[in-house]
Each structure stands twice: as structure tokens, then as C-alpha cells.
């Protein structure tokens, strides 16, 4: 429970500083996308630049038995639909829970594509590209 509690806190609060960096908002989201202002780009570079520094503080004080996934032939597609959708609808997973939190209910069409599109993965994988993910299921 303690952590259950942990995680929610810190969740609250990561969505709370998306919230007031801009990420909930389409029209800076898709002046990011568009290069028309470079505020959140060089926020969302500054976060990749400080968890990459925090991985390798970890790597190197626990050294953890984690090993990074190779690339598969699904990762640059995927990578393409994701963007693409990021840029339609203006959230990604985290952003739809802080555009809803904001009050933007439209946001609600955005999760439920997001959770339609989880949902089909399985089933649309196994049918048809039958390639191994490196999912964290088949070790």
C-alpha cells in the first residue's frame, strides 16, 4: 500500500509539472511538432538528457541485471504510429490522463483509442506479423 501511495504521489505531481510545462495543451503540442516554438522540445530534451543521466547512475551504483531489448522490425513502424497519433490528437498515454485532470474531456476519445489500439496489439500481432517483440512475457 505504501508504495501503491508512493507512485501515486509522484504520478500527481509528474502530471502536475506536465501540466503547467504546456504538455496538455494541443496548440503547444503542435507548435512543438511544427517547430513554431522550441519550449517544449528542449523540455522534453532536457528530460531524455536527465533520465539517461539517471539510468546511468543507477547501471553504475546497482548494477542491475537489465540488459537493452534489441531493435525489432515492428519498433520503427510503431515509432511512426505513435507520432502520428501524438500528433493528431495531441497526448500521448500520460498526456490524455493530464489533458482529462485539466478538464479537457475530449481528451477521453484520445484514451480510448489509446486503450482500443493496447487492446487489438495482441491479437493483430499474432495474426499477422508473428515476429518476437523482446516482450518482457516471453522470457
Given at each position: 500500500?505504501?508504495?501503491?501511495?508512493?507512485?501515486?504521489?509522484?504520478?500527481?505531481?509528474?502530471?502536475?509539472?506536465?501540466?503547467?510545462?504546456?504538455?496538455?495543451?494541443?496548440?503547444?503540442?503542435?507548435?512543438?511538432?511544427?517547430?513554431?516554438?522550441?519550449?517544449?522540445?528542449?523540455?522534453?530534451?532536457?528530460?531524455?538528457?536527465?533520465?539517461?543521466?539517471?539510468?546511468?547512475?543507477?547501471?553504475?551504483?546497482?548494477?542491475?541485471?537489465?540488459?537493452?531489448?534489441?531493435?525489432?522490425?515492428?519498433?520503427?513502424?510503431?515509432?511512426?504510429?505513435?507520432?502520428i497519433?501524438?500528433?493528431?490528437?495531441?497526448?500521448?498515454?500520460?498526456?490524455?490522463?493530464?489533458?482529462?485532470?485539466?478538464?479537457?474531456?475530449?481528451s477521453?476519445?484520445?484514451?480510448?483509442?489509446?486503450?482500443?489500439?493496447?487492446?487489438l496489439?495482441?491479437?493483430?500481432?499474432?495474426?499477422?506479423?508473428?515476429?518476437?517483440?523482446?516482450?518482457?512475457?516471453?522470457?
Open positions: 500500500m505504501k508504495d501503491t501511495l508512493g507512485t501515486a504521489a509522484v504520478g500527481l505531481l509528474f502530471g502536475f509539472c506536465l501540466h503547467r510545462i504546456g504538455f496538455g495543451s494541443w496548440d503547444e503540442v503542435h507548435k512543438m511538432f511544427t517547430f513554431a516554438s522550441l519550449r517544449l522540445f528542449l523540455g522534453f530534451g532536457a528530460g531524455v538528457v536527465i533520465l539517461t543521466l539517471g539510468f546511468a547512475i543507477i547501471a553504475k551504483l546497482q548494477r542491475p541485471s537489465w540488459a537493452p531489448r534489441p531493435i525489432h522490425k515492428g519498433t520503427v513502424a510503431g515509432g511512426i504510429l505513435f507520432g497519433g501524438w500528433a493528431l490528437c495531441g497526448a500521448c498515454p500520460s498526456i490524455a490522463f493530464v489533458q482529462l485532470g485539466d478538464g479537457q474531456w475530449l477521453a476519445w484520445s484514451l480510448a483509442g489509446i486503450l482500443l489500439g493496447n487492446a496489439y495482441a491479437p493483430i500481432h499474432t495474426r499477422f506479423f508473428r515476429f518476437d517483440s523482446g516482450s518482457c512475457t516471453s522470457d
